[in-house]
């Protein structure tokens, strides 16, 4: 329960006060309206005892009276009716507003810190964007409580106004003060008049108000005095004739007006005590003015109907009870201006009260103070005589009527009872024992019209008991409470029992020291007598408000919030609203606060005060709910409480806050129905539209507010730079560059931009500028931003803006267009040039008013007439912008106007509001992404920048738009095909610098420059063997291959680059070499506008199958130099289809004959012979057709084999004759065998050496010209190249020439590694019958291989790698890898062996038992370096294969040898060997161990042997 200025005891203690009454003559009432007030009026501020007061109880103890009030009021003879008393009260409530002060009220309940004040309209809604701080602040300063002075001002006034009753007398008057003016003619018999006129008011019987205490009421004559117009003598001679009358304590003079004309001295300074009096004065004398009940204005129920009022009123507001606080309503129409009031505006007048006889009744002329000064004849000293005369009354007069009266009461009761002691000293042993049982409230009979008769035992005790509570005497109080209880509930008079039952809890709860508990269960009783049996929910609300304030005294909040919430009904939705409010105030003061009970019945209380025309506090209440429900995910509550508070702020005057909070609505993912949602969208464009342009017109001038729908999503903007490229027509195919329709991805555009770096690379000497910034077409949130873009001048800028429609309706949005500001610069003047900045340029006031003339000579903004969105959809707008000068841009939002989709729905004032639109602006706002370098961005949220909307406009620039022709979409693997591609410049500047770069350079090739060697072909192949894209010559089957020198540089290669190659790459390549880009020549290196220019591209299908996308950079320059922008790129990609062609396996082997060129010398005479470096190999080729026929492939032919190696050449063919080509049908594979023999020396020149030598073995009648384009171009440009290896070997000559000179060396792994190696690349072209709609074709291609190592089979088709295994984690080091040595197979090819013998050899054993023949033996070194050689030529009787089965011979002579061969000598060991009978021989025995001359081994490695070598022996 909310917090009150006073404590509960000053509370109840002001709640039941002494009433004295007032009766004044005519004169004297002139007395007072001197001072704009009057009698009890003035009065009023002092009657409070600033002094303690004492009387004494029948058993003659003193008891002490503090701080007592007295309640002077004048006699009204009509009681006030109850339509004036709900007037009244509710003008006290809407008169009483929460002050906006800069303190607030916040309440800290758990996580929840909630504003209870006026500022909880800032606080709660959500257009104040400061609320969370302004919290923040408070609540970490001192603790605030809420307070609510409307319902304190209710609450006394309720109390101040309730009618007496005959079951109580604590509203009854005590005493009556007859005052006469002291210029009165005959004072004393004016007094006269005025005691027998209260005397026919109390018991003449024709007056039932008011109501007296007792019979004998107190009269105390007062006699006026106005000092400034009197004479003094004459009032103190008549004061003396009052005390000689009526006694000294019973009359008094009362001095005023000390003050001559009422002018206040600019010396001294009067205060006002009477100001914050005269509000409640006047409520109250409303109740005692029963005049003014004839004239009460109606226009509370006219002026506080709601929206949709349509019932009869009660409170001034509708009791609908279909109306539910947190049913929204369905037809949700715009409320209009002046269709509800915001305040109580009338006044209810008064007319004089009819008197008595001598006119008396005072009180009842008063009329209401006006708003001028007040006690402007009094001074201080004043003051002090009327608060004098208030303590002379209290303590001289009424405490001792008081004290007299109760001593009666006790000795009647006692003298009735029959009791020698008081009815005190006899308390205990009344409430002893014996207790009665109480019978339950349904139990009892309806017995509430049983009345006492004023003589009545029970009402006396009730007399005395209300004596002593009045006088705060609270022990005895209770004891008569409780005495009369019993008795009424014997009688079952209900009414007295009840409020027997409600004064006893009061007094029990009053007493000093809390003897006993507070008797709660007596309140609850006597509310429900009060409610349910007599029908008086006067009386049950104010025991319910005396209750609910002891109770929240005691901490107990959850009774006392119970309580309130049972005393809510429909007959007061006012009471009903304070009520809620102050059970939702008790349950946020709960030791754990229930904070979403507090919200809950703030909503509840907003709804009864916005049926009892308190919009303020309806409104209020929303607020302070909101912080409850706000971002919980309660959204349809939440959205009930915006929908309230726009409604309600809109009734008030408020448009801005209305506008708000129906915002507010539209912006959260809503779940109301579709029909719901129109409704909220209509009624925002109304207010919207109201608070923007209230008189309907535009204003040029103003500022475009922002407009919640659609949602703008601007971190999802994409920016295109450039014009949308046009499309292809008849064969050709545009390239397809970039476009806002291709989703973004970063692995790409990092491919992109690595091409550019090395085309950028290439043209800067291989060094990328620090200035170089990548070329971004497309912009969007996945982009590097850090930069501001460059857009040319004259070329169009589109930004794609992606907008939601949250709400199930439709939307329609009109003249949609870009805002933006422009600062225009010229970009061609030097730097250092000083010159003014440039002022900015905005169409702002163009696109208010879409009538004003748009500045299309500066940027041309494309406008969209109608975009209309579907109910829940997400659309992209794609807005064009189209720069005519150089500057910076910043595009600052989108600006449209907002309507309904629909047309046929109208509200039910007759608005159309299907056609009603308004015009606003969203801004685009960007936020970069987050750093997360430094230590402080780690530990903080910072962002970057993002310019993607900030683009610069350079000068103009050259733009190129390519075409392809003829350009395939599968290929077989190795297929070779010829397109055309078509640059154009479709600018107004020249171009050049043309350039082509891709991620897959062995794909295409423009051939050799200089244009030497290219074929002369159709532009597609024809089914004719002699057409092709090669270039060829007519030649039978080669027996020798024709060789050709060529140096890589022609091609592009750039020496060795691309030479032994082992396959292409599908990935990016890796480095930058010339061979990676490729320059386009134009007609005098320069493309003019306009011009065209076609260049044939040959195409190569990828060697692995699959589907491949090939990336293509085209880069320009213009010939102007451009200091923001150096160079343009077009992009494109193309999609391939390799499908299986051929599978070539290649592997090479050393011949088993070596060319004697010298005469063996003899085996004991070992010279080292001639360096010879000739030599031959076996190259065998494998060709499996892999092609499963799905493209009409009839069959492939083998047309050519080509080698290319600087040391090695195919020399000729060694199959056995047969067919001129090899056919091979699907699933078919043929093998091909060729001798390779070395190169023949070339001269000792560079050039020379860089050579490489083609090698062409046509199996045909055609020759293809492998040195030639486009064949050699796409074998330099096949795959990435062993420049490393190639070094290796450089390093392993250098190392074996060295080995002469007797150096030590270590490592010998690259001189043995050199025996092995070949270096022998193949290339095997091919032809396929392909049958395509009943004609046949024929296509062309070519499959690479390189041989490296003899022995190592190598093939074409690139193979999977297979997936590497988990590895386990090792927490301890690694050992260090072992050092590199030669393997065994490896050092096994040192040595080359052959014999040297006759095949038949005839000898006659008969004659000669021996046949003795001469054997050579020939060793060739390998390598480089020296060997040392072991000839073992005795039998290895471990051999695999028993030597039996071939027969046995014998070695002669001596049967091992130890030799030292040269770097690559040949020598030659004459050898006999012996034979015993005649047969066939393997002479093959012989064993060879070798090993380098200075290596580390200990041992000789056998070396391998050469292929068996038969002997027949003849016997003759």
Not at 594 to 622: D, E, N
Not at 667 to 679: E, K, V
Request: charged share 20%.
């Amino acid at each position: 329960m909310a917090q009150c200025v006073q404590s509960v005891q000053e509370f109840i203690q002001d709640s039941f006060v002494p009433m004295v009454a007032v009766l004044c003559s005519e004169d004297a009432e002139k007395v007072t309206r001197k001072n704009n007030l009057n009698f009890p009026e003035l009065l009023r501020p002092f009657c409070r005892l600033t002094s303690e007061g004492h009387l004494r109880d029948p058993n003659n103890q003193l008891v002490v009276v503090r701080s007592l009030r007295v309640c002077v009021t004048g006699i009204s003879t009509r009681p006030p009716h109850t339509a004036t008393l709900r007037a009244a009260l509710s003008n006290a409530v809407a008169t009483c507003q929460p002050p906006d002060t800069t303190s607030a009220n916040v309440i800290t309940a758990g996580d929840y810190d909630l504003n209870i004040s006026d500022r909880s309209l800032k606080a709660s809604v959500p257009w104040y964007s400061s609320w969370r701080d302004t919290l923040t602040q408070l609540s970490s300063s001192s603790h605030f409580t809420a307070t609510t002075p409307w319902f304190e001002a209710y609450r006394e006034i309720f109390l101040q106004s309730m009618p007496g009753s005959e079951h109580e007398f604590l509203s009854h008057y005590l005493a009556c003060m007859l005052v006469v003016s002291s210029s009165e003619t005959v004072p004393l018999d004016q007094f006269l008049k005025l005691s027998q006129e209260q005397h026919k008011i109390q018991h003449s019987g024709e007056y039932t108000h008011p109501r007296w205490f007792i019979p004998n009421t107190l009269k105390y004559y007062v006699l006026l005095h106005d000092i400034s117009d009197g004479d003094e003598q004459r009032a103190e001679s008549v004061y003396e004739d009052m005390k000689q009358r009526y006694g000294s304590q019973a009359c008094y003079l009362l001095k005023i007006n000390s003050r001559h004309g009422g002018a206040v001295g600019s010396e001294e300074q009067i205060p006002d005590p009477w100001s914050q009096y005269l509000q409640k004065t006047h409520t109250q004398e409303v109740f005692d003015d029963t005049a003014s009940t004839n004239s009460i204005d109606n226009d509370l129920n006219s002026s506080s109907k709601m929206d949709d009022g349509d019932t009869p009123t009660k409170d001034g507001m509708s009791n609908n009870l279909d109306e539910h606080p947190l049913q929204l309503d369905q037809s949700a129409e715009p409320v209009l201006p002046g269709q509800g009031g915001e305040s109580l505006e009338g006044e209810e007048a008064r007319d004089p009260k009819p008197g008595g006889p001598g006119g008396g009744g005072g009180g009842a002329v008063a009329l209401p103070a006006s708003s001028g000064t007040h006690g402007a004849w009094l001074t201080l000293t004043d003051h002090d005589r009327i608060r004098q005369f208030i303590q002379e009354f209290t303590f001289r007069g009424l405490l001792p009527h008081i004290e007299k009266n109760i001593r009666q009461l006790n000795d009647q009761l006692v003298s009735r009872k029959g009791l020698s002691r008081s009815l005190f000293s006899a308390t205990k042993k009344w409430f002893g024992g014996g207790k009665v049982p109480e019978k339950s409230i349904s139990e009892l009979k309806n017995t509430a019209g049983l009345l006492y008769p004023p003589e009545a035992p029970e009402l006396q005790i009730r007399k005395m008991a209300d004596l002593c509570f009045l006088v705060q005497h609270y022990e005895l109080a209770y004891s008569c409470y409780h005495t009369a209880k019993k008795d009424f509930l014997s009688d079952q008079a209900m009414l007295y029992a009840a409020g027997a039952l409600e004064m006893a809890a009061v007094s029990a709860f009053l007493q000093p020291g809390a003897p006993r508990p507070y008797p709660a269960h007596y309140m609850d009783t006597a509310i429900q007598t009060y409610r349910d049996v007599c029908k008086n929910m006067m009386l049950a609300e104010r025991c319910a408000l005396l209750s609910a304030e002891i109770l929240k005294s005691q901490a107990k909040y959850s009774d006392a919030a119970t309580l309130l919430i049972k005393m809510t009904s429909e007959d007061s939705d006012l009471r009903s609203a304070l009520l809620l409010e102050q059970a939702a105030h008790c349950f946020i003061n709960m030791r754990n606060p229930m904070v979403r009970k507090f919200a809950f019945h703030m909503i509840l209380a907003g709804h009864r005060y916005s049926k009892a025309g308190q919009r303020r506090h309806a409104l209020r209440c929303y607020c302070q709910a909101l912080q409850v429900y706000r971002g919980k995910g309660w959204s349809l509550a939440e959205d009930h409480i915006n929908f309230t508070i726009g409604r309600q702020s809109y009734t008030l005057q408020q448009p801005d806050n209305a506008a708000a909070a129906f915002r507010h609505i539209l912006i959260n993912d809503s779940q109301q129905s579709p029909t719901q949602q129109a409704a909220f969208l209509r009624e925002y464009l109304y207010v919207y539209k109201s608070v923007n342009w209230p008189s309907g017109e535009t204003d040029s001038e103003g500022v475009l507010p922002q407009l919640p729908l659609p949602c703008l999503n601007s971190a999802q903007t994409r920016v295109f730079f450039g014009h949308e490229r046009r499309l292809a027509e008849g064969e050709k195919q545009a390239a397809t560059h970039v476009t806002l329709d291709q989703e973004c991805d970063a692995d790409i555009s990092r491919l992109w931009i690595r091409l550019e770096e090395q085309v950028v690379a290439m043209v800067n000497r291989g060094v990328v500028p620090q200035s170089f910034q990548p070329t971004q077409a497309c912009l969007s949130q996945h982009t590097d931003n850090l930069r501001f873009p460059l857009a040319v001048v004259n070329e169009p800028i589109i930004v794609e803006v992606s907008f939601r429609n949250p709400l199930r309706v439709p939307l329609s949005l009109s003249d949609l267009s870009l805002l933006w500001k422009f600062t225009p610069e010229d970009f061609s003047r030097l730097p250092d040039n000083t010159h003014a900045s440039s002022q900015s340029i905005t169409n702002e006031k163009e696109v208010l008013n879409p009538q004003t003339t748009p500045k299309d000579d500066i940027i041309t903004t494309e406008v969209i007439a109608e975009f209309n969105m579907s109910p829940e959809e997400t659309k992209l707008a794609r807005l064009k912008l189209l720069p005519h000068q150089t500057g910076e841009l910043r595009i600052l939002g989108v600006v449209y106007n907002l309507g309904t989709g629909d047309s046929g729905n109208s509200s039910a004032e007759g608005l159309p509001v299907g056609g009603l639109s308004v015009r606003g602006r969203q801004d685009l706002e960007i936020q970069g992404p987050r750093l997360n370098q430094t230590k402080e961005e780690k530990t903080s949220v910072k962002h970057g920048s993002d310019h993607r909307l900030d683009p610069i406009i350079t000068p103009p620039m050259p733009l190129l738009e390519v075409f392809f022709l003829h350009f395939p979409t599968a290929l077989l693997c190795g297929e070779l095909r010829k397109a055309w591609v078509e640059f154009v410049n479709v600018s107004g500047v020249p171009l050049a610098g043309l350039r082509v770069a891709s991620t897959h350079p062995h794909f295409f090739t423009l051939g050799a420059r200089g244009g030497q060697g290219q074929a002369r072909t159709p532009l597609s192949p024809a089914a004719s063997e002699h057409n092709s894209a090669y270039k060829t010559v007519s030649a039978p089957p080669s027996a020798v291959a024709a060789l050709t020198l060529v140096s890589p540089a022609e091609f592009g290669a750039g020496g060795a680059a691309g030479v032994g190659g082992s396959g292409g790459s599908e990935g990016m390549p890796a480095g930058v070499g010339g061979a990676r880009v490729v320059e386009v020549e134009l007609p005098g290196q320069v493309l003019q506008p306009g011009e065209a220019l076609q260049v044939p591209m040959w195409l190569r299908g990828p060697d692995t199958e699959g589907v491949h996308e090939i990336h293509f950079l085209f880069y320009y320059e213009s010939t102007q130099k451009n200091g923001k922008l150096s160079h343009r790129v077009l992009r494109h990609t193309a999609v391939i289809c390799a499908i299986r062609s051929l599978c070539v396996r290649a592997s090479a082997c050393r011949s088993n004959t070596l060319a004697q060129t010298h005469t063996p010398t003899p085996a004991p005479a070992q010279t080292p012979a001639q360096d010879h470096r000739s030599g031959s190999m076996l190259v065998f080729v494998d060709v499996e057709n892999v092609n499963t026929s799905e493209v009409g492939v009839r069959e492939f032919h083998i047309v050519q084999v080509s080698s290319c190696s600087r040391h090695w050449r195919l020399h000729t063919c060694i199959n056995p004759a047969g067919d001129k080509d090899s056919k091979l049908g699907s699933r078919e594979r043929g093998k091909l065998c060729f001798r390779a023999s070395r190169c023949k020396p070339q001269g000792a020149t560079s050039d020379a050496e860089n050579k490489l030598t083609f090698a062409d073995l046509n199996l045909g009648n055609e020759q293809i010209v492998s040195s030639s384009t486009p064949c050699a171009d796409f074998f330099f440009r096949r795959g990435p190249c062993l420049d490393q290896k190639r070094c290796g070997v450089v390093a392993g000559a250098a190392w074996g020439q060295g080995l002469g000179s007797g150096t030590v060396v270590d490592d010998s792994l690259a001189v043995v590694k050199k025996c092995s190696e070949i270096e022998l690349d193949l290339i095997v072209l091919w032809k396929a019958y392909v049958v395509e709609d009943n004609k046949q074709l024929i296509l062309e291609g070519q499959l690479h291989v390189s041989l490296q190592t003899i022995g190592k089979e190598v093939c074409s088709l690139t193979q999977k790698e297979e997936s590497q295994e988990m590895v386990l984690l090792k927490f301890k080091p690694d050992p260090p890898p072992p050092l590199a040595r030669p393997s065994q197979e490896q050092l096994s090819h040192l040595i080359k062996t052959c014999l040297q013998y006759p095949q038949t050899y005839q000898h006659s054993f008969p004659q000669q038992s021996l046949c003795m023949v001469p054997v050579t033996l020939m060793l060739s070194n390998c390598s480089l370096a020296q060997v040392d050689v072991i000839i073992d030529l005795r039998h290895k009787s471990t051999s695999p294969e028993p030597l039996e089965a071939c027969g046995m011979f014998v070695w002669l002579g001596q049967t091992q040898y130890k030799l030292q061969l040269a770097a690559q000598e040949v020598r030659c060991v004459r050898l006999r060997v012996c034979f015993t009978q005649p047969g066939v021989y393997n002479l093959g025995t012989p064993r060879v161990f070798a090993k380098l001359a200075h290596s580390t081994n200990m041992y000789e490695t056998s070396q391998q042997s050469a292929l068996p070598a038969l002997i027949v022996i003849d016997g003759v």
